[in-house]
């Protein structure tokens, strides 16, 4: 039986509990872990002649001598997935686990570096051809060439970057206190020029990734500022560098002929919640067909994310590559005001 088969003959109900009982930390995740699953199911198996093995050996291993054997899966991880598909799984005879159990054991494994493709090119790296593979390790950098090439483009279609000395003060001193926080225990022997410099190093670097993260969310709303159905400018898009606190999340339909996109999310949060929101919500809900109006399971879906926030803005988008997925990106943040006065 490969992996693929195995998925097959297996229910997300069946494997949930599994998992859980086996990784109890990843109950946190089994919206992840559906995800990644539905998306495993739909592709297609291929086979790549520089995999790691064609074979997947199922086994009751030790992680370490004080341990219990427990279900192992080996080698899963590092291969890609439409590979890892194709693998014959090789049952060791002690092992006396159900296929729910496999599956929960292999899943695990082929999520080790994130659950979806984004989330492992952001752990690996994959996407920086200007980077070493040295300075792909350094948060710094890497926070600080994507900020600036996020930045870039941002001012481009016309929106505007705060520069550090335009932060608000709360935020700014919020920033020092985190600098510190990291700071003082490895600062003790360094004379004064070199801990100012590392101190302000410090301080970039969380000044970067926040910049980073936010101007990241900017530039993915931006392909949809040039629909018509859409009001909001880039301009009121840039307040939220000004937001107090700012949170983002990316989440793509995998549903299949059964259903759409739409429903599909919303059934997905409906099982496993929405994470925390904060004050506002900006939603980006891109779509494979234009169409000016969202469908009612558009609109529920857009109900569940918005919750009881504030005040909430919704910036339709269309992607042809999407077919009948969905996807959205939404950034929920603390603000005294909306983007958008209404």
């Not at 999520?111 to 984004?118: H, M, P, R, T």
């Not at 600062?187 to 969380?206: D, L, T």
């Not at 926040?210 to 159905?229: H, L």
Request: net charge negative; aromatic share 10%; hydrophobic share 35%.
């Amino acid at each position: 039986m490969t992996f693929k088969e195995l998925l097959n003959s297996v229910s997300f109900g069946e494997v949930a509990p599994e998992i859980v009982r086996m990784y109890p930390r990843a109950e946190h995740d089994l919206r992840w872990y559906k995800i990644h699953f539905d998306m495993l199911r739909l592709m297609t198996p291929k086979h790549h002649d520089d995999a790691n093995s064609d074979v997947c050996n199922i086994t009751m291993s030790k992680w370490d001598e004080d341990s219990e054997s427990r279900l192992d899966a080996h080698p899963m991880e590092g291969d890609l997935w439409e590979h890892s598909l194709t693998k014959e799984l090789v049952i060791a005879p002690d092992v006396k686990a159900t296929n729910a159990e496999i599956a929960a054991c292999c899943l695990w494994h082929t999520s080790f570096y994130g659950f979806v493709e984004k989330q492992q090119e952001e752990c690996l790296r994959f996407e920086e051809g200007d980077l070493d593979i040295m300075d792909r390790w350094d948060d710094y950098i890497y926070n600080k060439i994507r900020a600036k090439r996020y930045f870039s483009i941002i001012r481009r279609n016309g929106g505007y970057v705060p520069t550090v000395k335009e932060l608000a003060p709360a935020k700014k001193r919020e920033l020092i206190s985190k600098a510190k926080d990291h700071f003082w225990c490895i600062s003790q022997s360094m004379n004064k020029i070199k801990r100012m410099r590392m101190f302000r190093r410090e301080f970039m670097g969380h000044y970067y990734e926040r910049m980073m993260n936010i101007s990241r969310f900017i530039v993915q709303a931006i392909p949809a500022m040039s629909d018509e159905k859409n009001t909001m400018s880039i301009k009121q898009l840039c307040g939220l560098f000004h937001a107090d606190l700012f949170s983002s999340e990316v989440i793509t339909s995998f549903a299949d002929e059964k259903t759409n996109g739409a429903r599909y999310l919303c059934e997905l949060f409906e099982e496993y919640g929405v994470e925390p929101r904060l004050d506002r919500i900006v939603i980006v809900l891109s779509t494979g067909e234009y169409h000016l109006e969202l469908t009612e399971d558009e609109k529920n879906l857009c109900k569940i994310l918005i919750g009881d926030c504030k005040s909430s803005d919704i910036l339709l988008a269309t992607d042809t590559s999407l077919g009948r997925q969905v996807r959205i990106n939404y950034a929920t943040f603390n603000s005294e005001e909306p983007l958008v006065n209404k």
